[in-house]
T-cell receptor, first 111, second 115 residues
Framework: DSGVTQTPKHLITATGQRVTLRCSPR?????VYWYQQSLDQGLQFLIQ???????AKGNILERFSAQQFPDLHSELNLSSLELGDSALYFC??????????FGQGTRLTVV | AQKITQTQPGMFVQEKEAVTLDCTYD???????LFWYKQPSSGEMIFLIY??????QNATEGRYSLNFQKARKSANLVISASQLGDSAMYFC????????????FGTGTSLTVIP
């Protein structure tokens, strides 16, 4: 168990809909990273938050947004969903530059 | 630009044998970290081992060791005494301080351990 909790584990939704993925980092970790893993794109960095503030942005679509709350949990919002958004979405938290722990992921299927 | 290259899409190893998974990286930064993660069929990403760019000794964690050759920009993972439970995807990743410590991942190597 990495200590990073992601909910839900599985999500099936229709095109055009909006979903929210939730991540609770390890206790005390201030950094949260979101990644998307798809068969054709591999693991892609989406966005990073540090103590509530956006720190770095990767290949995140405008239809996607995220935030980190005062209790350090983070949410990734995906809207106007398309079939191509089907993927495994990971959250990771990092206590230091030498470690980073991933949650079990949320498997999103858009039908 | 930062890049991780894993050239072995699939590897097979006999149980109890050692196996080396290749990883090369590219960065112009002097301060970076190299990681290996294991992803079994269940999908979770399991942290295996870390090597810092300034670490002089190769990292070891149980049956995992990282063969770090800085001049060649390679960070190969060595798994000794392979077990059936080692069958999984293995990802090499790099983290660079100057880019907010985000991870850059390779495409992965699928390892199958044969009984």
């Amino acid at each position: 168990d990495s200590g990073v909790t992601q909910t839900p584990k599985h999500l099936i939704t229709a095109t055009g809909q909006r979903v929210t993925l939730r991540c609770s980092p390890r206790s005390g970790d201030l950094s949260v990273y979101w990644y998307q893993q798809s068969l054709d794109q591999g693991l892609q960095f989406l966005i990073q938050y540090y103590n509530g503030e956006e720190r770095a942005k990767g290949n995140i679509l405008e239809r996607f947004s995220a935030q980190q709350f005062p209790d350090l949990h983070s949410e990734l919002n995906l809207s106007s969903l398309e079939l191509g958004d089907s993927a495994l979405y990971f959250c990771a938290s990092s206590p230091s530059t030498r470690e980073a722990f991933f949650g079990q992921g949320t498997r999103l299927t858009v039908v | 630009a930062q890049k991780i290259t894993q050239t072995q899409p699939g590897m097979f190893v006999q149980e109890k044998e050692a196996v080396t998974l290749d990883c090369t990286y590219d960065t112009s930064d002097q301060s970076y970290g190299l990681f290996w993660y294991k992803q079994p069929s269940s999908g979770e990403m399991i942290f295996l081992i870390y090597q810092g760019s300034y670490d002089e000794q190769n990292a070891t964690e149980g049956r995992y060791s990282l063969n770090f050759q800085k001049a060649r920009k390679s960070a190969n993972l060595v798994i000794s005494a392979s077990q059936l439970g080692d069958s999984a995807m293995y990802f090499c990743a790099m983290r660079v301080s100057n880019t907010g410590n985000q991870f850059y991942f390779g495409t992965g190597t699928s390892l199958t351990v044969i009984p």
